[in-house]
């Protein structure tokens, strides 16, 4: 089992930054690839970006792709998600989730969730 809580989530203004963090517990933290999904009213859940294990590959959907950037650091269990040009449109509930897969973009990859944590972006 592994536990996840995500951080850092707030309000800021359109063209601003957040950092959000993501601490795990439990089975071995290196052991998992793990990602970023959000989840705006009303919308399905869906992928924001994904890094490997030991964090030498990371990959992005398209519309973050520039502004969003995830790193870990396996020997504190955490993972983060900068987010830099925010916009009105990222604003959702935003999820860390840990995945046995090597690469996962689809929610059924993850076998682990966060409780999720609110960005909010005013225009």
């Known amino acids: 089992q592994v536990q996840l809580v995500e951080s850092g989530g707030g309000l800021v203004q359109a063209g601003g930054s957040l950092r959000l963090s993501c601490a795990a517990s439990?089975?071995?933290?290196?052991?998992?690839?793990m990602g970023w999904f959000r989840q705006a009213p009303g919308k399905e859940r869906e992928f924001v970006g994904g890094?490997?294990?030991?964090?030498?590959?990371?990959y992005y959907a398209d519309s973050v792709k520039g502004r969003f950037t995830i790193s870990r650091d396996n020997a504190k269990n955490t993972v983060y998600l900068q987010m830099n040009s925010l916009k009105p449109e990222d604003t959702a509930v935003y999820y860390c989730?840990?995945?046995?897969?090597?690469?996962?973009?689809?929610?059924?990859?993850?076998?682990?969730w966060g409780q999720g944590t609110q960005v909010t972006v005013s225009s």
């Open positions: 439990g089975h071995i933290f290196s052991n998992y690839a």
């Open positions: 890094i490997t294990r030991s964090g030498g590959n990371t």
């Open positions: 989730a840990a995945s046995r897969a090597t690469i996962a973009t689809m929610t059924y990859e993850y076998d682990y």
